[in-house]
């Protein structure tokens, strides 16, 4: 299996504020990454496809860049309605595997 | 307009099976442009990838529930089904069936999702 390790595990950042957050794949995966956002009792939304595309309807605000076993998603300006948590994908290999989820508060 | 609906019992006993279905409108899951699949998520933890089915029938699992899943899908019903047998307390999870994009080796990803259910196996 493809182990995918996302970090950090959780973070606190103010409104305004430029949130990173890492996934790096135990084997290449290419740009077979996605990202996901789940807020709380719901199910998870996409956000970017294969690495950098930002799904339709998502705000320009998140992006996502990495290739390879690297990968990077920023939220450039930290919105109130950002509040969740976040999770990588791969699809290189089955069996399909996640992250394990960044949560994301606001200060 | 998509949705993708779970149905089932949320309660198993130790030991049984669980059956879960999904019911899919707004979309056909003869589509050659998805594929289906369940998604867990044990309560306060990450998401777990179960296993999927292409509408010729072919099915993938993952190796770690593979012994004890069955994936199955009623085109004239348009819904597709999950069986995960011999449940423990481990298997409590809200579960999700979801709808994955395929039309190329890229660009494949969960474009719609079920509200998910939650399953308690406890005695």
């Known amino acids: 299996d493809i182990q995918m390790t996302q970090s950090p595990s959780s973070l606190s950042a103010s409104v305004g504020d430029t949130v990173t957050i890492t996934c790096q794949a135990s084997?290449?995966?290419?740009?077979?990454l996605n990202w996901y956002q789940q807020k709380a009792g719901k199910a998870p939304q996409l956000l970017i496809y294969d690495a950098s595309n930002l799904d339709t309807g998502v705000p320009s605000r998140f992006s996502g860049s990495g290739y390879g076993t690297h990968f990077t998603f920023t939220i450039s300006s930290l919105q109130p309605e950002d509040l969740g948590t976040y999770y990588c994908q791969q699809y290189e290999n089955f069996p399909l595997t996640f992250g394990g989820g960044t949560k994301v508060e606001i200060k | 307009h998509l949705q993708l609906q779970e149905s089932g019992p949320g309660l198993v006993k130790p030991s049984e099976t669980l059956s879960l279905t999904c019911n899919v409108s707004g979309a056909s899951i003869s589509s050659s442009s998805y594929y289906w699949d369940w998604i867990r998520q044990p309560p306060g933890k990450g998401l777990e990838w179960i296993g999927t089915i292409y509408y010729r029938g072919s099915t993938y699992y993952n190796p770690s529930l593979e012994s004890r899943v069955t994936i199955s899908a009623d085109m004239s019903r348009n819904h597709f089904s999950l069986k995960l047998s011999s449940v423990t307390a481990a298997d409590t999870a809200v579960y999700y069936c979801?709808?994955?994009?395929?039309?190329?080796?890229?660009?494949?990803?969960?474009?719609?999702w079920g509200q998910g259910t939650l399953v308690t196996v406890s005695s």
């Open positions: 979801a709808r994955r994009r395929v039309v190329a080796t890229s660009n494949q990803y969960f474009d719609s």
């Open positions: 084997q290449g995966i290419s740009d077979f």
